[in-house]
């Protein structure tokens, strides 16, 4: 059955510049979650949304990181004006309400150069 | 001090060789506890999950969690070339809806 995924795979962008990466979770998921994981670091959470709720941002670095969910499926997360110290993997993993497993994507690879 | 520790390696053992790795964490409130593997440019998928202290075995993984030391271990026994990835141990962030602390994961290399 299909999975969680996140396009593009890879992104190189120039510093300034705003990225928007993409995340297609499983059918029916509630609950979707974006993490980054810097080279050699674990995953750091960003940000949650859970079904109509208001999400938690918490875990966002800055204000030029923002996320948004249409429609209780697909999610955006845009960084504008990226710095060299964005460049990370982005994943983004999707789970059912009434379990504990978070499914993964492959995840996006952002290069700021 | 990050909230979960985990050595990152790398831990090279032959095949065939029992793998033994650990986190340690320092909130007390942590009940569930996760290993993931994740492979080369791949997302992690899920390994074990136990919820607070005991012992989990599934094949070949062996997930142990002692609270009162704060300390998780995750042990593979009879390993393979394709055990080879690195493992993060998480923890479920309490009243927070699913949320997960990582540590920052130990690769693994099994050599044949």
């Known amino acids: 059955g299909a999975g969680v995924s996140q396009s593009p795979s890879n992104k190189v962008t120039e510093k300034g510049k705003d990225v928007e990466l993409r995340c297609d979770p499983i059918?029916?998921?509630?609950?979707l979650y974006w993490y980054r994981q810097s080279l050699g670091q674990g995953l750091e959470f960003l940000i949650y949304?859970?079904?109509?709720?208001?999400?938690?941002k918490s875990g966002l670095p800055s204000d030029r990181f923002s996320a948004e969910r249409t429609g209780g499926s697909v999610s955006t997360l845009t960084i504008q004006r990226t710095q060299q110290e964005d460049s990370a993997v982005y994943l983004c993993?999707?789970?059912?309400?009434?379990?504990?497993?978070?499914?993964f994507g492959p995840g996006t690879r952002l290069l700021v150069l | 001090q990050k909230e979960v520790e985990q050595d990152p390696g790398p831990l090279s053992v032959p095949e065939g060789a029992i793998v033994s790795l650990n986190c340690t964490y320092s909130?007390?409130?942590?009940?569930?506890f996760m290993w993931y593997r994740q492979y080369s440019r791949k997302g992690p998928e899920l390994l074990m999950y136990?919820?607070?202290?005991g012992n989990k075995e599934d094949g070949r993984f062996t997930a142990q969690v002692d609270k009162s030391s704060k300390y998780i271990s995750l042990f593979i026994r009879d390993s393979q070339p394709s055990d080879s990835a690195t493992y993060l141990c998480?923890?479920?962030?309490?009243?927070?809806?699913?949320?997960?602390?990582f540590g920052a994961g130990t690769q693994v290399v099994v050599t044949p």
């Open positions: 998480a923890m479920r962030v309490p009243d927070s809806w699913g949320k997960l602390q």
């Open positions: 993993a999707s789970r059912a309400g009434n379990q504990e497993t978070q499914y």
């Open positions: 136990t919820y607070s202290s």
């Open positions: 909130n007390s409130a942590f009940q569930y």
């Open positions: 059918s029916g998921h509630t609950a």
């Open positions: 949304f859970q079904g109509n709720s208001a999400p938690d």
